[in-house]
Nanobody
């Protein structure tokens, strides 16, 4: 059974930083593109960024977070990270991890079938 477990959420002041982690119980973790999405209260889930499958480590980010958020992955730990810096109140949301086999970073932002989701972790940025 595939499980994606996010951690690292919490309350932070504007301008602060957080690092989220998503650990995946996936066989052949390296064959999965990994992405981060978020959903703010009353809004639809939106794509934040992703890292491609394979060893290339290619990343792609939504314009709203470019330069502030960085995605990386540790193959030895089956874990993908979302480093968030210069956080703003508008970043407040539940953050979800997603995995899809043989998917590039940009393609992770396109709605598709065959996506595994985590349960989400709350990030709250106070002003």
């Amino acid at each position: 059974q595939v499980q994606l477990v996010e951690s690292g959420g919490g309350l932070v002041q504007a301008g602060g930083s957080l690092r989220l982690a998503c650990t995946a119980s996936l066989r052949a973790f390296e064959t999965y593109g990994m992405g981060w999405f978020r959903q703010a209260p009353g809004k639809e889930r939106e794509f934040v960024g992703a890292i491609s499958w394979g060893s290339g480590g290619f990343t792609y980010y939504a314009d709203s977070v470019k330069g502030r958020l960085t995605i990386s992955r540790d193959y030895s730990k089956n874990t993908v990270y979302l480093q968030m810096n210069s956080l703003k109140p508008v970043d407040t949301a539940v953050y979800y991890c997603a995995a899809r086999r043989f998917t590039g970073a940009q393609a992770m932002g396109v709605p598709a079938t065959g996506v595994f989701w985590g349960q989400g972790t709350q990030v709250t940025v106070s002003s």
